[in-house]
C-alpha cells in the first residue's frame, strides 16, 4: 500500500511561471518530509526538506509547505528554468521507524523555453 | 561532498544468472540502502543495513539478498535473475546520526534481465 503518493505523473510549465508539485501521505506518524529531484541515468538528488515542526521551508526558488491536517504536502519553484525539468519525487520519514524513507511515484516536470 | 558510487552503470544478464550489485560510500556513513525504481512505482526499498554484518528487510526483498561486510560497501545479490528483477537499481546511504536526515544517492545500475 502506497503511503506517499504522487497523484500528477507530469507537469508542464512556461518558463519563469510558478510550478507546484503536490504529494499526499497517509501515515499520520510521519514527521520529516524531503523532496528529490532525477535526471533521466542519474540517481536522485536531494532538494529540500521539511520536519512536521513547520509548515514551510524555502531555499532561493524552492519552497516546500507542508499542511499536517490534510497530509499534504507541496513543492513551489518560482521561477521555472528549463533546467528543472527533470523527476521530483516526495519522501517521508517516521521517527520511530529510523531512517526508513517512503518514496512517492514521482512527478516528470517540463519547463518549456 | 558525500560520494556514492555503484560497479555498474549498464549491465545485462541473462536469466538464471547470479547477479551483484556493488555500492560504495567513501563518507563514512552508518546506513545504506538498496532501492528500485520503476515506471509508475517510484522508489522501493529492497533492503537497508544500520551497521556492518546488519540487514533488514525492505518492502520487496524477494528474489534479492544483501552482504555487508565493511562498512563503506554494501552489495545487492540476485541469486538467479528473472526478467521481472529487469530495473534500475539505486544505493544511498547517510549518516545515522539523526533521524530523518537526508539519504544520498548513487548514480544507478540499469540492469536488464533477458
Known amino acids: 500500500d502506497q503511503q506517499v503518493k504522487q497523484n500528477s505523473p507530469s507537469l508542464s510549465v512556461q518558463e519563469g511561471r510558478i510550478s507546484i508539485l503536490n504529494c499526499d501521505y497517509t501515515?499520520?506518524?510521519?514527521?520529516?518530509f524531503l523532496w528529490y529531484k532525477k535526471y533521466p541515468a542519474e540517481g536522485p538528488t536531494f532538494l529540500i526538506s521539511?520536519?512536521?515542526?513547520?509548515d514551510k521551508n524555502e531555499d532561493g526558488r524552492f519552497t516546500v509547505f507542508l499542511n499536517k491536517s490534510a497530509k499534504h504536502l507541496s513543492l513551489h519553484i518560482v521561477p521555472s528554468q528549463p533546467g528543472d525539468s527533470a523527476v521530483y519525487f516526495c519522501?517521508?520519514?517516521?521517527?520511530?521507524?529510523?531512517?526508513?524513507?517512503?518514496f512517492g511515484t514521482g512527478t516528470s516536470l517540463t519547463v518549456i523555453p | 561532498d558525500v560520494k556514492v558510487t555503484q560497479s555498474s552503470r549498464y549491465l545485462v544478464k541473462r536469466t538464471g544468472e547470479k547477479v551483484f550489485l556493488e555500492c560504495v560510500q567513501d563518507?563514512?556513513?552508518?546506513?545504506m540502502f538498496w532501492y528500485r525504481q520503476d515506471p509508475g512505482l517510484g522508489l522501493r526499498l529492497i533492503y537497508f543495513?544500520?551497521?556492518?554484518?546488519?540487514?533488514e528487510k525492505g518492502d520487496i526483498p524477494e528474489g534479492y539478498s544483501v552482504s555487508r561486510e565493511k562498512k563503506e560497501r554494501f552489495s545487492l545479490i540476485l541469486e538467479s535473475a528473472s526478467t521481472n528483477q529487469t530495473s534500475m537499481y539505486l544505493c544511498?546511504?547517510?549518516?545515522?546520526?539523526?533521524?530523518?536526515?537526508?539519504?544520498?544517492f548513487g548514480p544507478g545500475t540499469r540492469l536488464l534481465v533477458l
Open positions: 544511498a546511504s547517510s549518516s545515522g546520526t539523526f533521524d530523518g536526515e537526508t539519504q544520498y
Open positions: 543495513s544500520y551497521d556492518v554484518k546488519m540487514k
Open positions: 519522501a517521508a520519514s517516521a521517527s520511530n521507524t529510523g531512517n526508513q524513507f517512503y
Open positions: 563518507m563514512d556513513h552508518e546506513n
Open positions: 521539511i520536519s512536521s515542526i513547520k
Open positions: 501515515n499520520s506518524m510521519f514527521d520529516y
